[in-house]
């Protein structure tokens, strides 16, 4: 089992920053390929950005391209999102999520490991 911890959501204004971590125990780290999603109120879970294993291949919402970077250190069981340019609509609750395979996924129902997600919101 992999169990995963978001941390450094907030409440931030329109063209400010955040940088989220996600922390892994459990399972080795290094063999997930890792994404970060978001839900608002009444929408579904969609994929923010996804990265393979050792960091080589992400894939990126099209909302979010130049404004959002992920990245991970095996070494210490962490992915990252930071998060510039913020705009309201960035506001949802944002998880973190682990996909047992080496290369990136944008399917939701691919991944199997969850955290508990963090709230992220951006005053206009």
């Known amino acids: 089992q992999v169990q995963l911890v978001e941390s450094g959501g907030g409440l931030v204004q329109a063209g400010g920053s955040l940088r989220l971590s996600c922390a892994a125990s459990?399972?080795?780290?290094?063999?997930?390929?890792m994404a970060w999603f978001r839900q608002a109120p009444g929408t579904e879970r969609m994929v923010v950005v996804a990265?393979?294993?050792?960091?080589?291949?992400?894939h990126y919402g099209d909302s979010v391209k130049g404004r959002f970077t992920i990245s991970r250190d095996n070494a210490k069981n962490t992915v990252y999102l930071q998060m510039n340019s913020l705009k309201p609509e960035d506001t949802a609750i944002y998880y973190c999520?682990?996909?047992?395979?080496?290369?990136?996924?944008?399917?939701?129902?691919?991944?199997?490991?969850w955290g508990q997600g963090t709230q992220v919101t951006v005053s206009s």
């Open positions: 459990g399972r080795a780290f290094s063999r997930l390929a």
């Open positions: 999520a682990g996909h047992p395979t080496a290369l990136p996924s944008q399917d939701v129902g691919s991944y199997d490991y």
């Open positions: 990265i393979s294993w050792n960091g080589g291949i992400t």
